[in-house]
């Protein structure tokens, strides 16, 4: 399984950037894809999450200015971001994971080990 995220770039503070990843080496059916984001000197955090099912899931941050989205004939995720902040500069990970989990309050999947597979990153940086 492989995963290339692509769109990332630089952008104007309150502009947009819409993120792909696609997604390569199994059917695009019972699975989850996932949004992380690491800026310099800082963890690892969610964004974004959408479930085989349609349930999306975001951190709180971005509600209402980012929209998650899968097209499983394209095996591809997006993530449309729009009004960026300059404290969004990070590079952006795309995630995948195999298959169903139930979670009630979607919390497993906001963490990063409910994934199986990465991919390698793109830089969006926003500038003041």
């Known amino acids: 399984v492989q995963l290339q995220a692509s769109g990332g770039g630089l952008v104007q503070n309150g502009g947009s950037l819409s993120l792909s990843c696609a997604v390569s080496g199994f059917t695009f059916d019972d699975y989850a894809i996932a949004w992380f984001r690491q800026a310099p000197g800082k963890e690892r955090e969610f964004v974004a999450a959408i479930t085989w099912s349609g349930n999306t899931y975001y951190t709180e941050s971005v509600k209402g200015r980012f929209t998650i989205s899968g097209d499983n004939a394209k095996n591809t995720g997006y993530l449309q971001m729009n009004s960026l902040k300059p404290e969004e500069t990070a590079v952006y990970y795309c995630?995948?994971?195999?298959?169903?989990?139930?979670?009630?309050?979607?919390?497993?999947?906001?963490?990063?080990?409910?994934?199986?597979?990465w991919g390698q990153g793109t830089q969006v940086t926003v500038s003041s």
């Open positions: 995630a995948t994971k195999i298959g169903r989990t139930y979670s009630s309050d979607g919390d497993y999947y906001r963490r990063a080990y409910a994934y199986d597979y």
